[in-house]
């Protein structure tokens, strides 16, 4: 959905990565620093007719990345380091063109280099079924190919490595494409681990689009790996089912977060603050929709209200800076527009409602009560920094209000009593349900991905290193007759 146009050429931006070295384009478009709303820096556009060149070599690439598993752990490794060693000159970047705080911005990319540590420690399962006198049957795994990573703008960084650390482990090479309004950052570390990968096994290419429906339809690549949108993401299925691509796909959210009645307000307000408005409310699997206890529902209005005054908004480049602007100007007008629905429909502002009145994209923690489901700004992925606070009286009731959504990505039950929370967790249909923190399970070793219309599959852990391999069986006699 992006809207920048390209232009010719003039000053040099860095370069997209292809067989290892620059890959030289005739167009590029402006990035836009949010905190400013001005064009700061451009990107190489690459065109269409290029991807052959791109696959090709990728292709290539692949034929001897898969048989050197040694290797491929190493250079994982290699990248790590490099990522880490590079995190304080990248993390301004990633400020520049996302928005996010510069401590966010840091850690964003040290995580990555976690990833890129857990999959080069894990093993691609090989099982052997059957081993006697009579036969010999074994499953294994092989890599695919080449890999189509597509990434959104909230955590560009992250969520390409949540793909590229298993695909490249698994002996897939792996195709970048970040999102048109991000791809900086993205674009100079793939010129980063140019030092550490061979030639081909990680490509970096930027450009509005079609560029990414182009690389889901090129006949090269054997799976796509998506995150972004249910729209986009459904496109993206449709296109990769006609030549049988696998396909990941992570995408929406409208995540719950159920407070029972007997939970501490003031014990968990922060944590329970700070799951809807890090990343400026841009997070997949952030709490979106508050349904609290009538009991104490007056209380958590006033706890969230009291934290979203003292929170500092600012350019993440700013010392200090908590919460930066929202990352594009479509977010930007769709939060405006969600926040003026619902006060169109009684919704009263505990905190926030109004963007700041400066340039760029700077809208504050906003505290929505007085709404209930049946409201855009409750039933919608908002995907900003908006906290609507929804009283409930009953558990089974909640519950089913939940489960009400097409989305299922992730949700929280919070309660004094655990035991309590994990029942009620059980009954609600999303891809995680954390208790007493939500988002409690992003972690490698973790699978993550949406139920309904969040997504189909997951990532991390060894069920998301599978997703980057095909099941082959091998059977016959025994191995070593004696
Ligand atoms: P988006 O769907 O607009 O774009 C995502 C990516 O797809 C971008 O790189 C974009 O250029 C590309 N793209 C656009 N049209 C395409 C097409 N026809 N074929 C192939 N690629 C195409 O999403 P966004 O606005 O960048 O990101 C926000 C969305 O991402 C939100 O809905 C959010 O919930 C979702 N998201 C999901 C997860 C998750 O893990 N489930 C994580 C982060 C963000």
């Not at 400013?36 to 690439?61: C, E, K, N, W, Y």
């Not at 030549?243 to 009645?261: M, Q, S, W, Y």
């Not at 029942?423 to 349900?433: K, N, R, Y």
């Amino acid at each position: 959905m992006t809207r920048q146009s390209t232009t010719r050429q003039g000053t040099e931006p860095t370069p997209a990565t292809a067989d290892g070295v620059d890959l030289s384009t005739a167009d590029k478009f402006g990035i836009v620093n949010p905190a400013t709303g001005r064009v700061f820096a451009h990107a190489p556009a690459v065109g269409v007719d290029q991807l052959d060149h791109v696959f090709s070599t990728a292709q290539r690439a692949y034929d001897s990345w898969q048989d050197d598993e040694p290797a491929r752990r190493a250079a994982l490794r290699a990248a790590a380091d490099r990522l880490d060693s590079a995190a304080d000159e990248l993390a301004p970047l990633l400020t520049a063109e996302q928005g996010k705080p510069l401590l966010h911005a840091r850690d964003e990319i040290t995580r990555s280099a976690l990833w890129l540590r857990y999959f080069a420690d894990l093993e691609v399962p090989r099982e052997i079924v059957r081993d006697d006198a009579e036969a010999y049957q074994e499953v294994v795994r092989r890599p695919l190919g080449v890999v189509v990573a597509i990434t959104p703008w909230n955590f560009p960084i992250m969520l390409a490595f949540w793909k590229i650390a298993p695909a490249l482990r698994a002996g897939n090479t792996v195709v970048v494409k970040p999102s048109p309004y991000t791809p900086l950052t993205m674009l100079a570390v793939g010129k980063l681990l140019r030092e550490v990968l061979p030639a081909g096994v990680l490509s970096v290419i930027s450009g509005p689009e079609p560029l990414g429906a182009a690389a889901v339809a090129h006949r090269i690549p054997r799976k796509v790996s998506f995150t972004g949108s249910t729209v986009v993401g459904r496109q993206v299925g449709i296109a990769a089912a006609a030549d049988f691509k696998r396909v990941t796909l992570e995408l929406g959210g409208n995540d719950p977060a159920i407070l029972l009645d007997d939970v501490d307000v003031d014990r968990i307000a922060p944590s329970l603050f700070w799951s809807a408005f890090v990343n400026s409310g841009q997070v997949c699997l952030g709490a979106k929709r508050i349904y609290v206890h009538h009991s104490i529902h007056a209380r958590v209005v006033e706890a969230m209200a009291a934290l979203a005054g003292t929170v500092v908004v600012g350019d993440g480049a700013m010392p200090g800076a908590q919460f930066g602007p929202l990352n594009n100007l479509p977010q930007f007008e769709r939060v405006k527009e969600l926040v003026g629905d619902a006060v169109h429909h009684g919704a009263a502002v505990a905190a926030g409602g109004a963007p700041l009145d400066r340039d760029g994209y700077f809208y504050p923690p906003t505290v929505l009560s007085a709404v209930t489901d049946g409201i855009r700004v409750v039933d919608e992925e908002q995907f900003g920094p908006v906290m609507p606070i929804v009283a409930f009286d009953d558990e089974a009731d909640v519950v089913r209000r939940a489960n009400a959504s097409a989305y299922g990505l992730t949700a929280s039950v919070w309660s004094a009593d655990p035991e309590r929370a994990y029942a009620l967790a059980a009954e609600v249909d999303s891809g995680q349900v954390s208790v007493n923190v939500h988002g409690g399970g992003i972690m490698p070793t973790l699978p993550f991905g949406g139920h309904k219309d969040s997504g189909i599959g997951v990532e991390n852990g060894p069920w998301g290193l599978a997703s980057y391999t095909d099941i082959q069986v091998i059977a016959g006699p025994p191995r070593n007759p004696s």
